[in-house]
């Protein structure tokens, strides 16, 4: 192996010359000063100051001279170095001022913009609707009860004196869910009805009787669902309001005065409300309830009068079924029909609230368009 070099010429060692140092550090200082970005800055440190660098492969050989020439070169070397340190840092610092300046004119905020572009969920309008209805009676001291949409049959039809063969049982209005004995739950075997979807809230009426003391004052909103096809005027899916009340000496008249005090609730004082007979199963007498047209207040019906949208010149608009609980339906529930009476009525809620806002499609009520639903406001 090599021992001290005893022939050492300073002038042969090329990297360690005055001129060739010079010329690197220059070399360095040129690169450093003409790096525009930090990418290029971080090149030029690889390539002037790395492990591979002219300068720091000049720096390794002076351990290689002859020890009266160390001091020197190492004096020479290390100078040079220094100055090529100094140089990247003050070059750092200038490119990284100049990354700053610019992200903060590039990435600046405009603090004036409109933040606001997320509206704020908000609720269905026929949810609205369904808690404004009913507040109207738990305002008149109504309580809410609720019953399951996958209803069984007892509930929806038989416990409400619906014949077996009634018309309403057939496939066209009912959507049926399990056949009469069928496996519930578990395999074990459900209650002798069938199960089906409710095709209205009326069957609330017999879960209330049955479960709750008397008097019974309940409004029960909720869904409903009937096998017809989706048009202007009808949807599978929908909702309905349930009242009952049932009390000792309840008459029409107190029938009356709820479903009056209801359409002052709901359209404003001083429209007239009308009963005409109807049939309902689970009512005796039963009627269907119409108000006076809340535009038109019937003008249009009058000889003259201009024509009307809202009631086809009607004059009136129907808004309810109703009637006073059949007794055979007290009787289903337990309940002496010789000492209480009751009334019910009950009504569509996309209904009403079509009528009350003048929409004329009741797509317009399922189909989930924002542009529907920003009309009536961002209640949450
Ligand atoms: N359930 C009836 C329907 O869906 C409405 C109604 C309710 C009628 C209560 C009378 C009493 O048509």
Redesign the pocket.
């Known amino acids: 192996m090599s021992g001290p070099n005893t022939n050492y010429d300073p002038v042969e060692v090329t990297p360690l010359s005055p001129d060739e140092v010079a010329r690197m550090r220059d070399e360095a200082l040129a690169a450093i000063a003409s790096a525009r970005t930090l990418e290029e800055l971080k090149e030029a440190r690889i390539a002037h100051f790395g492990d591979k660098a002219p300068l720091t492969l000049a720096n390794a050989e002076i351990g290689a001279l002859p020890p009266q020439a160390r001091a020197e070169a190492g004096k020479r070397v290390g100078a040079a170095r220094a100055e090529v340190k100094r140089a990247l840092a003050e070059r750092t610092a200038e490119l990284e001022a100049e990354r700053d300046r610019q992200v903060l004119l590039t990435e600046a905020v405009d603090v004036t913009l409109p933040w606001d572009r997320m509206p704020p969920g908000a609720r269905h309008p026929v949810t609205m609707a369904a808690d404004r209805l009913t507040d109207v009676f738990v305002a008149m001291g109504y309580e809410v009860a609720e019953g399951p949409e996958a209803e069984a049959e007892w509930y929806n039809f038989d416990a409400l004196n619906f014949p077996p063969d009634h018309p309403a049982r057939e496939a066209q209005d009912t959507l049926f869910v399990a056949a009469p004995g069928d496996a519930g739950p578990g395999g074990k075997s459900s209650a002798h009805s069938g199960v089906i979807l409710r095709?209205?809230?009326?069957p609330v009426?017999i879960r209330a009787m049955l479960s709750r003391p008397l008097p019974l004052f309940v409004v029960s909103p909720g869904r409903c669902y009937r096998a017809d096809a989706l048009d202007a005027t009808h949807s599978p899916v929908f909702h309905?309001i349930?009242g009952l009340a049932v009390d000792e000496g309840l008459t029409m008249a107190d029938l009356r005065g709820a479903i009056q005090s209801f359409v002052d609730a709901m359209f404003g004082e001083g429209l007239r409300t009308r009963f005409r007979p109807d049939f309902?199963p689970?009512?005796e007498p039963?009627a269907d309830v119409s108000m006076e047209c809340h535009i038109c207040r019937g003008a249009s019906a009058r000889p003259g009068g201009e024509p009307c949208r809202v009631c086809r010149s009607q004059g009136w608009i129907e808004i309810?079924?109703?009637?006073m609980v059949n007794p055979r339906v007290l009787i289903a529930c337990g309940i002496d029909p010789d000492r209480y009476s009751g009334f019910?009525?009950?009504l569509g809620i996309e209904r009403t609230l079509m009528i009350g806002h003048g929409v004329t499609d009741i797509r317009d009520t399922t189909e989930g368009d924002v542009r529907f639903s920003r009309a009536f406001g961002t209640e949450i």
Do not use: K, M
């Open positions: 095709t209205h809230t009326s009426q309905q349930e309902f689970f009512t039963s309810a079924g109703c009637g019910a009525f009950g």
